[in-house]
Each structure stands twice: as C-alpha cells, then as structure tokens.
C-alpha cells in the first residue's frame, strides 16, 4: 500500500477540492467524475459517512476501513473489489447500480444495514456470516434462492420485492424478522413462513402465485398483510389472525368472506376485483375506517350499517340498489357507490 505522503500526493485534487466540505465525519459528493476512489476520505477527515451520487469512476482500490457508513448509488458500479477492506463499515448503500457478485462482503462482519436493491445480483453468496446484519433490502435484482439468508440471527427488516424468488427454503430460520416483503415474485409455497410466527408483523407476497393461506394460519402477531393479485380463492388459514389492522387481497378469486367474522381489528380492508357475494361477515368491524369492494358481486350493504367509522368506502361496479342501511353515515357523501351494474 502507498504511504501517507504518496497518497497525498496522488489525491491532492481531491482533498482541495472537497476538505471544507466535510461536516461533522461526513462527506456527500453528487455527480463527479474526478472521485475514483473512496480511500481519498481517510486523508481528508472523513471517518463517519461518505455518500457518492453518480460518481461513475469510483472503485475499492486500496480501499480504508475507517469509515461507518458508506453510500455509493446511481454510479455504475459493476465490481466491489477492495470493499472487504473496509471492516469497520456498519451501513452499506450500493442501490441503483450494476452489481452482480457480493462475495467480498463475507468480511465485513460489522454490518448491520445492507442496501442493494436495484442491482443485478442472482446469488446472495457473501452474506452468509453477516450475523449483526438488522435491514437488508435487495428489491429488484434477479434472485433465485435466498438459501444464504438462513442463519442471520438478529435480521428483522428484509425486502426481497421483485426478484425471480419460487422457493422460500432458508427464511424459516429468520425468528426475528418483523417485516417480510416478498412481492413480484415467483412464490406459491408459503410453508417456510410457519416457523416466523413470533415475531413477524408486516408481511407482503403481492403478486405471486399463492394458492393456499393455511401456513399462515399460526403468525398471531401479524398486523399488515398483502396478498394481492395472487391466485386465492380461500380465505381459509385467516381465522385465529385477530391482531390484524391492514388486509389486502385485491385481484384474487375470493367469493367468501366468513373467515373474517372474528378480525375485529382491522381498519383497512381491500377486496377490488374478486368474487364477493355477501359482506355480512364483516359487521362486527367496527374499527373499520377504508373498506375497498368495487369490481365484485356484492348485493346489499345490510353488513355495513353499523360500521359508522368508516372514512372510505369504494363499493362501485357491484350488483346494489339500496343504500338505505349506510345513509346515516357521516362520510356517506364521500362514498363510491355509482356505476352499479
């Protein structure tokens, strides 16, 4: 490696051109060419955080590890040899670039937040030994298998949206994971998500192709749920989720709404576009404030007389002709009621 003097000498322009700019440890550089190498901090002061906007020459080589937090987006990144030079790094923001191999990130042991989404990684080899990794978000890259995932004991925020996920072997061991986005992928078997029942809250697997809600059917501190645009007909598995607040199944099959005669919680309720007959079942909701039905079979709203909280309701292109039950509400005038067919 250079010594101090030599690197000096090699980022002079740098250091002119950015040390005043250093506030606090941190440094934030947007759209420049002339940075080609994120060593050039440590001569300049910057040991917290460094954040490159569409600097498109940047690399690794020779790259610190006195650094905290390191943000590199919309730079054209294809390669990230040098990184695991950078032991101390805690937060690592690599999104919107070209990134396909993350082998070198086995060595940076102290991360705790990883960011690479919109990338073009297929395999998650190097994140393997991260055990103080807490958020990982890797939407929109091309994915498969999320094998690697499955020993990170402290992970509670993981979004894997957008990727060419089928199988969900691995994430059964992620016990701590509260928040679980799995849309726009390729899933129809949701067995491993059983064992996530202590502590998950937030889960999301719009558009996949599920079929069956039954694995679910034990995550009793789950809270939000999205299964839009899937191949559900069943409601079957929802019974014993009464600690729901937010549903969304809009774009499915479903005609039959008793399953969730006892989720008296939920405030949020999206149904567009599926085959609801009756909404009987959803008269003791009584804490429901955004009720979302259009685009089904629906013939009377006799089930929504008593839901008086409600600030939104959208039950247009359905089969009613009496609205009469739900004219004493007070956001009664807001309502999508037209175009009944």
């Known amino acids: 490696m250079s ?6 000498q090699q980022f002079a322009g740098l250091i002119t051109k950015f040390q005043d700019k250093v506030v606090k ?3 934030a550089i947007n759209d420049d060419e002339s940075v080609t190498n994120v060593l050039f901090q440590e001569l300049i002061g910057v040991h917290k955080t460094l954040t490159l906007t569409k600097c498109p020459n940047v690399t690794f080589e020779s790259a ?12 054209g990144l294809t390669c990230i040899k040098g990184i695991k030079q950078m032991t101390d790094l805690q937060e690592l923001n690599l999104q919107n670039n070209q990134i396909s191999d993350l082998s070198e990130l086995q060595y940076l042991t ?11 990684i297929k395999s998650l080899k190097g994140l393997e030994g991260l055990k103080d990794l807490e958020t990982i978000n890797l939407e929109d890259n091309q994915i498969e298998s999320v094998e690697e995932l499955k020993d990170l004991p402290v992970l509670d925020h993981l979004c894997l949206s957008k990727n060419q996920i089928s199988s969900l072997k691995g994430l059964e061991g992620l016990e701590s994971v509260k928040t679980l986005y799995l849309d726009g992928n390729n899933i129809s078997d949701l067995e491993p998500l059983k064992n996530l029942k202590s502590k998950l809250e937030d889960l999301d697997i719009a558009e996949n192709k599920v079929a069956s809600l039954l694995p679910l059917s034990d995550l009793e501190n789950i809270t939000t749920l999205t299964l839009a645009s899937n191949n559900i007909k069943s409601l079957n598995g929802l019974e014993k989720l009464v600690n729901l607040t937010w549903l969304d199944f809009n774009d499915n099959s479903i005609s039959d709404l008793k399953q969730l005669e006892a989720l008296i919680k939920i ?18 909701m009584k804490n429901l404030e955004v009720l979302l039905l259009s685009f089904n079979k629906i ?15 959208d039950i247009a292109y359905n089969y009613i002709q009496n609205f009469s039950p ?6 009664y ?9």
């Open 333 to 341: 005038n807001n309502y999508k009621l037209e175009k009944q067919k």
């Open 25 to 27: 440890g941190e440094l």
């Open 64 to 75: 610190s590890s006195r650094l905290y937090t390191l943000i590199i987006n919309d730079s």
């Open 326 to 331: 739900i004219e004493n509400h007070s956001n």
């Open 267 to 284: 405030q949020t309720l999206k149904f567009i576009d599926n085959e609801v007959e009756s909404i009987e079942f959803l008269k003791n």
């Open 299 to 313: 013939t009377n709203v006799d089930g929504l007389k008593d839901l008086t909280n409600l600030k939104k309701l």
């Open 110 to 120: 102290e991360l705790m937040i990883l960011n690479l989404s919109h990338n073009q």
């Open 3 to 8: 010594s101090k003097t030599e690197l000096k």
